[in-house]
C-alpha cells in the first residue's frame, strides 16, 4: 500500500488550473492557452511554476495546491508578486524547455520554480538528456533576467543504486553551477503517511499541500527579500537531506505513464 501511494513522489499526472484573486494572482497555463490574459501578472513581479502534476492540483478542489497557497502567503506577508501556474500533466523537461520561451516572453517573470524530471525517470531518457535540458530551462530563466528555484526529485530504488545516485546529483550540481536555491525533495515529509495521499493512493492531499509549500518556502523567501539573484543558495534551503529510506520508495511501475491509469 505504502509503494503505491508513494509514486506520486516521481510520477506527474496532473492538470493545471489556477485562480485569480484580489492582490495577488494565479494564472494557469496550458499547452494551447499561453495567450491567456496576463494583464494582473504585469502588474506585479511574476513568479512562473514550471511543473508536473504534484504542482498542478490534480485530484484536488480549485485554488487548494501548494501553489495556490504560494499565492496566499504571498498576500499575507504583503509581498507583491503575481503567481502563474504553468504546470502540466505528464510533462518532462523537454516539454518544460519548450515551453520556456513563450513562458519567458508572455510573463517576463522574476523568479521561475522548477518541478520537473520525474517524468523523464519513468520515461527512461537519459540522464544526461535530463540535465541537458534543466540546464537550458535555468539559462533561459536567467538570460531572462529571472532568478531559478530548483526542485529536486528521487526515483525508486528498482532503477538501481547507480543510477538513483546519478539522478538526485543532477540537480546538487546544477543548483551549484547554475548559483540558483535547491529544494532536495518536493514531498519531504509526507512520503511515507498514508493519510497524506489521496484515495488513488497516489497523489498528496489538500492536508499535504501546506507541507509541499513549506518545502519549497526557505529556497524562495530570500530572492522575494533580497530582489537580487543568490551568488549561493542558504544552506537551511540547500543542504543535501539525503535519500529517503529504501522502504519508503516505491518499485515504479510503467503502467503509470498514461494518465488513464490515474
Not at 494572482?25 to 492557452?33: D, E, F, G, K, M
Not at 521561475?112 to 517524468?119: P, S, T
Not at 528555484?149 to 546529483?169: C, E, I, R, S, W
Request: hydrophobic content about 45%; charged content about 15%; glycine content about 6%.
Amino acid at each position: 500500500m505504502v509503494k503505491r501511494r508513494l509514486r506520486a513522489c516521481f510520477v506527474a499526472l496532473g492538470v493545471a488550473v489556477g485562480t485569480v484573486a484580489a492582490g495577488v494572482t494565479v494564472i494557469a497555463l496550458t499547452p494551447a492557452a499561453y495567450a491567456a490574459d496576463t494583464t494582473a501578472a504585469a502588474a506585479a513581479p511574476a513568479i512562473v511554476v514550471l511543473g508536473d502534476s504534484i504542482s498542478a492540483e490534480y485530484g484536488l478542489p480549485r485554488d487548494s495546491g501548494w501553489v495556490a497557497l504560494l499565492r496566499r502567503r504571498l498576500a499575507d506577508e504583503r509581498i507583491d508578486y503575481s503567481v502563474a501556474n504553468a504546470s502540466i500533466s505528464g510533462d518532462t523537461t523537454a516539454g518544460g524547455l519548450a515551453r520556456m520561451p513563450a513562458l519567458m516572453q508572455r510573463l517576463k517573470p522574476s523568479i521561475v520554480i522548477v518541478e520537473l524530471g520525474a517524468n523523464d525517470a519513468l520515461r527512461g531518457i537519459p540522464l544526461a538528456t535530463t540535465e541537458n535540458n534543466l540546464r537550458s530551462i535555468v539559462q533561459l530563466a536567467q538570460q531572462g533576467h529571472a532568478k531559478v528555484v530548483l526542485v529536486g526529485m528521487y526515483v525508486p530504488p528498482n532503477y538501481g543504486p547507480d543510477y538513483t545516485q546519478k539522478f538526485h546529483a543532477i540537480y546538487d550540481d546544477l543548483a551549484k553551477q547554475m548559483r540558483a536555491p535547491l529544494v532536495p525533495f518536493l514531498l519531504a515529509g509526507i512520503e511515507s503517511k498514508p493519510d497524506m495521499f489521496q484515495a488513488d493512493q497516489m497523489h498528496p492531499t489538500v492536508q499535504a499541500q501546506p507541507v509541499l509549500l513549506n518545502n519549497v518556502w526557505p529556497a524562495l523567501k530570500p530572492l522575494l527579500r533580497t530582489g537580487v539573484a543568490l551568488t549561493s543558495a542558504p544552506a537551511s534551503c540547500c543542504e543535501r537531506r539525503g535519500t529517503p529510506p529504501i522502504s519508503v520508495i516505491p518499485t515504479l511501475s510503467r503502467d503509470l505513464e498514461n494518465p488513464a491509469h490515474s
